[in-house]
């Protein structure tokens, strides 16, 4: 795969097919996807995170591919994160930044091998999206974040209609509380036309 882009990303169906995406993505993800597409949601949600959580424990980036969340973090704020991804290419870059305790690898379609509650707040920037994760994984997404712990989760518009998300969150009340949706832009205007009006959902909530 010569040219990786977010058409090809969005037609993913497997773990593997994930994988080998991003061994051929990572070198250039930054400098060219992130960059060429303006791409911003990593940024929003590390703004929100900064906003709302108190600093206090560790923060557990999902899906942290090179590290752009904690990117941002650390250029206004002290945080402890650490970063979880199912491809290790990725999360090489990003543990060359220096911005992390420790970096994971796993797969949110299945268990992650992550004691319960270990978490004060847990981020996700882009993981939620077509061909990659879908509403069967907030249950575990939850269970690693202690009682009170912050999530700040960007979903895809699109997929999060097509996936039934509302529904899951719905499923999800007895565990969640103070539960908000952010419909935010996912591509800032230097992006190409296909993708300038893409939006995410950021669902904001605290694990009861």
């Known amino acids: 795969m010569n040219d990786p882009d977010l058409e090809t990303a969005y037609a993913l169906e497997t773990p593997a097919d994930n994988q080998r995406l991003y061994a051929d993505w990572?070198?250039?993800?930054?400098?060219?996807?992130?960059?060429?597409?303006?791409?911003?949601?990593?940024?929003?949600?590390?703004?929100?995170?900064?906003?709302?959580?108190?600093?206090?424990?560790?923060?557990?980036?999902?899906?942290?591919?090179?590290?752009?969340?904690?990117?941002?973090?650390?250029?206004?704020?002290?945080?402890?994160?650490?970063?979880?991804?199912?491809s290790p290419d990725m999360l090489a870059i990003a543990a060359e930044k220096g911005i992390y305790r420790d970096t994971f690898l796993g797969d949110l379609t299945g268990p992650l091998d992550i004691a319960t509650g270990t978490y004060d707040a847990i981020v996700s920037s882009g993981t939620f999206t077509h061909g990659h994760v879908g509403p069967e994984a907030l249950n575990e997404v939850i269970r690693l974040g202690r009682r009170g712990a912050l999530f700040v989760l960007s979903i895809n518009a699109e997929h999060f209609e097509a996936r039934g998300f509302s529904e899951k969150f719905s499923l999800l009340e007895a565990d969640i509380e103070d539960l908000e949706h952010r419909i935010v832009d996912i591509y800032g205007p230097k992006t190409e036309a296909s993708h300038k009006h893409d939006k995410a959902h950021i669902a904001v909530f605290r694990k009861r």
């Open 26 to 86: 990572a070198d250039t993800y930054d400098d060219g996807f992130a960059k060429n597409m303006d791409y911003r949601l990593p940024q929003i949600v590390a703004t929100i995170l900064i906003e709302m959580f108190d600093g206090q424990g560790v923060v557990l980036d999902l899906g942290a591919g090179t590290g752009l969340v904690a990117q941002y973090v650390s250029r206004n704020v002290q945080l402890t994160m650490d970063a979880l991804d199912i």
